[in-house]
């Protein structure tokens, strides 16, 4: 039976114990902040892999030439060299048309010059969002409103984005998850254009209906683009002439391996 003085006992316990019960809460909030910030937080790229894997999407003849951006995680890219042919490269880790921040997107692209002053500029300022903190729903809204208030357009001229790269990781073909993969292609700038225009029935189950152009629309309609991939032939050269690089993605991070399928 509980008596008056046992009674005052526990009340007196009560604020102590709620600040420890408020303290292990709080510790295991913390934590788990901890753990997302580990999983969506991305790594630095040792700056000369990182070069050749963003100009691997360059056929070899285009990449002297070609200007090169690296990623500073916790700032943007910054200009690592200057190139003279008007085309720029770059390895993409965040896409903001993805619902989420991941740390494990790896997309090396080239664009040309109409793509570098336009659809460039868009993934080098979503990068910058994301280190001033954004979450990826205020990075989406933020991108879209700059395409409605005109601040981002689509190129006024047809061009060409450059993706030849041995392997990426991106959302993609069957499911539309995130997959480690060998699709090099090419984009061709089609904003406003889709599948109906072209007569193109892509069905990503099959995959001898994407061997033809077809469109792919990442975020808006204003970055539609034409998805040209190359064929058989041209994979495995391309796949053979960058074993060394797919070496070196491998060895540093097992998920650019190409075994390493899904995620």
Known sequence: MLNRTSIDRRRSRSPALLALTFAVVALVGAQGELARAAETSIDRM????????????????????????????????????????GVACLVERTAWELADFRNDIYIPLCYDAAGTRTYLQ?????????????SPAQAHEEIAGRYRDKTYKAPEKTGVSYMLAPVMRTVGPPDM???????????????????NDLGAVPDLGQPDSLRYPFIDTQGIPEQNYIIQLVGD?????????????LEDLC?????????????
């Open 46 to 85: 040792p700056p000369q892999l990182e070069t050749r894997f963003a100009l691997s999407a360059l056929p070899p003849a285009l990449r002297d030439r070609a200007t090169v951006y690296l990623l500073e995680p916790g700032k943007g890219y910054r200009l690592s060299r200057q190139g003279t042919s």
């Open 122 to 134: 868009v993934i080098m300022d979503t990068a910058v969002l994301r280190a001033q903190g954004m």
């Open 177 to 195: 998850k995130v997959h480690t993969m060998a699709m090099p292609h090419l984009m061709y700038y089609a904003p406003g254009v889709t599948n």
């Open 233 to 245: 032939a041209e994979k495995a050269k391309i796949l053979a002439s960058e074993k060394v690089l």
């Open 251 to 263: 060895s540093y991070r097992k998920l650019l391996c190409l075994e390493h399928r899904q995620h």
